[in-house]
């Protein structure tokens, strides 16, 4: 039962985060192209933030801040790879015969409540549904695991430094709109205009001994 629900999460912790920052990483042209138009209009709008701190010696930070509002422009005029018209296709929803859009609809439609608690010797996993928003937290320990049998340091100990950490808040609005698209696709676009409408917010956060990314949503051009 743990593989199961493990699968499940770590499936839906990549899709969701893997579409929450790809907006902001645009072609460089078509986002100074698109700047233009949108700050003409002068009105206040959404930014996604994403910020990439790497933990290694003389290590760099990243910062990318790109308009909802362009993202969800700009992104139908890419077309490469499994990414055509603001949608992602996904080869297979279905992993292990599971369907993730149906258990999402049906997160969806119950009331809150902590849905999946997972503690094992590599994962610990916890999704959760309250107030309107989806929380997924993964703590993966199974790189630490073959850094410490490669080292031949056994124990906790030499496993500690090598965990990593995700943690997850979204809308349940933006789910709904990023699976509205049908069976296996993702709509980005929609995800975007959806998450337009909400206020500031953190959306992802990933750490490990290497790198600590967050993405987040405010009306701020800038990052902090």
Do not use: C
């Amino acid at each position: 039962m743990q593989t199961y629900r493990g699968i499940l999460v770590t499936g839906s912790t990549l899709v969701l985060a893997g579409v929450l920052a790809a907006a902001a990483f645009l072609p460089t042209r078509a986002i100074a192209q698109e700047t233009a138009t949108t700050s003409s209009s002068g009105r206040s709008e959404q930014w996604i933030h994403v910020r990439v701190e790497s933990k290694e010696d003389h290590g760099e930070t990243v910062r990318v801040n790109v308009p909802v509002e362009m993202a969800a422009k700009v992104i139908p005029a890419i077309n490469k790879n499994n990414l055509h018209d603001g949608k992602v296709h996904i080869d297979s929803m279905h992993t292990n015969d599971v369907d993730i859009p149906a258990i999402l609809d049906a997160v969806r439609s119950s009331r809150d409540g902590e849905y999946v608690t997972v503690q094992g010797n590599d994962n610990n996993v916890r999704v959760a549904k309250s107030a309107g928003y989806l929380y997924i937290h993964v703590t993966d320990r199974s790189e630490g695991k073959k850094a410490a049998a490669s080292d031949g340091k056994p124990g906790a100990k030499a496993r500690a430094g090598h965990e990593s950490k995700v943690e997850i808040k979204v809308p349940m609005k933006v789910v709904d709109a990023l699976f509205s698209a049908g069976k296996d696709e993702l709509d980005i676009v929609a995800a975007l205009k959806a998450l337009s409408a909400h206020g500031d917010m953190e959306l992802v956060t990933v750490k490990d001994d290497q790198n600590t990314v967050r993405v987040w949503v405010d009306s701020k051009n800038v990052a902090d």
